[in-house]
């Protein structure tokens, strides 16, 4: 007896592995999936399309979309920082962000004290004669601090990291998306003309009542799917940019970066005293 599906993806993704991973790969699947239903309608009232999907999650396809989802996120991820100017929770610790300098001073006090075997902060004169060695210590005082920012407990870093994968991951299929909703449009477009030879010939005189007239006996859902298709692009194009995963990613650099006075409660003494003493 097969596992039911939503049981299945359960046991291959977890939370963040479902919003950042698997729904980016489904969300560009889905216009030219769309596309194919309207078009074969017999595929929703068949068992095929069940049958399909219960083989795509059996053989670990589904698994497999949200690898390649990641994978093509990763791949875009140094062009991102080259374009920022290297990480955001990077750039909120550096002594010329927009962070406020009382709550950064706090930061770089609880840090500097916490984290082992690091050099002293850097001073605002020190980062400018340096940038990229105070960028290492940033870098690796935030290693540091995301393998103690886990758990439950840190629920709102959780949610801001599987936003930013989602935001990264989706602008790393773009390309892709923006590809196969626009053949998915030529093809319905051909499927149409082929159908219809003198429809051009309609549209290239602006007889538009008899164009729609023969778009009509298409139906609403193959129509409905054109125009999602078309949306879709449109949204590829103006809204899945890099200023949106850099809005995610700053989201959760504070996020993170907030958690520095939710860790210094579980320090010891020392540490803390250093932190609140900004020494």
């Known amino acids: 007896m097969a596992i039911p599906l939503t049981t299945d993806i359960a046991q291959m993704f977890d939370g963040y ?3 950042a991973r698997l729904f980016p790969g489904l969300l560009t699947i889905f216009p030219p999936l769309l596309a194919v239903m309207a078009w074969f309608p017999w595929l929703i009232v068949s068992s095929v399309a069940a049958t399909l999907l219960t083989i795509a999650t059996s053989c670990g396809l589904l698994y497999a979309l949200g ?41 770089h006090a609880f840090l500097g004290a916490a984290v082992p075997n690091i050099p002293v902060f850097p001073t605002a004169e020190q980062e400018a004669a340096d940038p990229a060695a105070a960028n290492a210590v940033y870098d690796s005082a935030v290693i540091w601090l995301k393998e103690r920012a886990r758990g439950k ?15 990264r991951n989706l602008r ?25 030879p003198g429809f051009i010939d309609l549209v290239q005189a602006h007889a538009w009542r008899s164009a729609i007239a023969i778009l009509t006996p298409l139906g609403p859902a193959v129509l409905s799917a054109m125009v999602v298709n078309a949306f879709a692009i ?25 958690t520095c006075d939710k860790v210094q409660l579980q320090q010891t003494p020392a540490v803390r005293n250093a932190a609140s003493t900004g020494n």
């Open 17 to 19: 592995g479902r919003q």
């Open 67 to 107: 690898s390649w989802a990641r994978t093509k996120g990763r791949r875009i991820e140094p062009g991102l920082r080259r374009r920022w100017g290297g990480w955001p929770t990077t750039i909120l610790l550096r002594h010329t962000s927009e962070l406020d300098v009382h709550t950064r001073r706090r930061y």
């Open 153 to 167: 407990e840190f629920a709102m870093v959780n949610r801001e990291n599987a936003q930013y994968g989602f935001r």
């Open 172 to 196: 790393g299929l773009k390309p892709i998306g923006i590809t196969a909703c626009a053949i998915t449009l030529l093809a319905s477009l051909g499927a149409i003309i082929y159908s219809n």
């Open 234 to 258: 449109l949204i590829w194009i103006f809204v899945v940019t890099n200023r949106w995963v850099w809005e995610a990613g700053i989201q959760y650099a504070t996020a993170l970066l907030s």
